[in-house]
């Protein structure tokens, strides 16, 4: 979409270092600090596996579990978003693959292609619950057996005044400029369309914040042995 583009052109004439702004810092480093401690319980597989991130942004989520030894991949739908992934991770000496692309159709990825697909916070931008469910059965597809899908999902119903008032209580939708932009869902809602879309839930957790809490959810595929399951308990 070609908002997104134009704001990741800003953010960089800015010298911003992502979606966030300057929070951006803070939001990764809650999602750095959960997966490590998702490794450190042995409840995500260990590099070097294969990781994908869905909606990779800029590549500093990417950049973060790259220094960590994962071998990266990345897709965004914002051209300047991946260019700039790429500079940054030149300028690291790291390597990553980057790839301009719709999480709702990734064909460009093989069946069983990763061992972790990360939602770098990019499902709650899909509102229509049919392009949900596409990207939720790609995912499947490209996960190994034993591998996992790690949600990061804003989760409502918002807490500040201006996003309340934003806020489309039966839509569970957060509105900007007068159109449906992100989806809060509540998490058992989360965990119960994770489970209709054929993922076993096997973790979640949730950090509260002052505007709206954020879930942390670990899935494995429900056809595969569930490693990932085993090693962790919800």
């Given at each position: 979409?070609p908002?997104?583009?134009?704001?990741?052109?800003?953010?960089?004439a800015?010298?911003?270092?992502?979606?966030?702004g300057?929070?951006?810092?803070?939001?990764?480093?809650?999602l750095?600090?959960a997966?490590?401690?998702?490794?450190?319980?042995?409840?995500i597989?260990?590099?070097?596996?294969?990781?994908?991130?869905?909606?990779?942004?800029?590549?500093?989520g990417?950049?973060?579990?790259?220094?960590?030894?994962?071998?990266?991949?990345?897709?965004?739908?914002?051209?300047?978003a991946?260019?700039?992934?790429?500079?940054?991770?030149?300028?690291?000496?790291?390597?990553?693959?980057?790839?301009?692309?719709?999480?709702?159709?990734?064909?460009?990825?093989?069946?069983?292609?990763f061992?972790?697909?990360?939602d770098?916070?990019?499902?709650?931008?899909?509102?229509?619950?049919?392009?949900?469910?596409?990207?939720?059965?790609?995912?499947r597809?490209?996960?190994?057996?034993?591998?996992?899908?790690?949600?990061?999902h804003?989760?409502?119903p918002?807490?500040?005044?201006?996003?309340?008032?934003?806020?489309?209580v039966?839509?569970?939708?957060?509105?900007?400029?007068?159109?449906?932009?992100?989806?809060?869902?509540?998490?058992?809602a989360l965990?119960a369309?994770?489970?209709?879309?054929?993922?076993?839930?096997?973790?979640?957790w949730?950090?509260?914040?002052?505007?709206?809490?954020?879930?942390?959810?670990?899935?494995?595929?429900?056809w595969?042995?569930?490693?990932?399951?085993?090693?962790?308990?919800?």
């Open positions: 979409m908002q997104y583009d134009r704001r990741y052109r800003e953010l960089k800015a010298g911003l270092p992502g979606w966030a300057a929070a951006h810092t803070r939001g990764l480093a809650r750095t600090a997966l490590d401690r998702l490794g450190s319980e042995g409840a597989p260990a590099a070097p596996a294969d990781l994908l991130e869905l909606g990779c942004g800029n590549g500093l990417a950049l973060a579990m790259a220094q960590r030894g994962y071998r990266v991949h990345g897709i965004d739908l914002s051209p300047t991946i260019a700039w992934a790429e500079e940054r991770f030149a300028a690291a000496g790291l390597a990553g693959a980057f790839r301009i692309g719709d999480v709702r159709e990734m064909s460009a990825f093989a069946d069983q292609s061992d972790i697909v990360l770098g916070s990019c499902l709650h931008c899909l509102i229509d619950d049919d392009d949900r469910a596409r990207c939720l059965t790609e995912v597809r490209m996960l190994r057996p034993a591998g996992a899908f790690i949600v990061s804003m989760c409502g918002p807490k500040s005044a201006d996003a309340k008032a934003r806020f489309d039966q839509t569970c939708r957060l509105i900007e400029d007068g159109a449906p932009a992100r989806a809060l869902k509540p998490l058992a965990a369309e994770l489970t209709a879309a054929g993922y076993t839930v096997c973790r979640t949730l950090a509260e914040n002052p505007w709206w809490d954020h879930a942390t959810l670990v899935c494995s595929s429900s595969h042995a569930s490693a990932i399951c085993s090693s962790t308990a919800p």
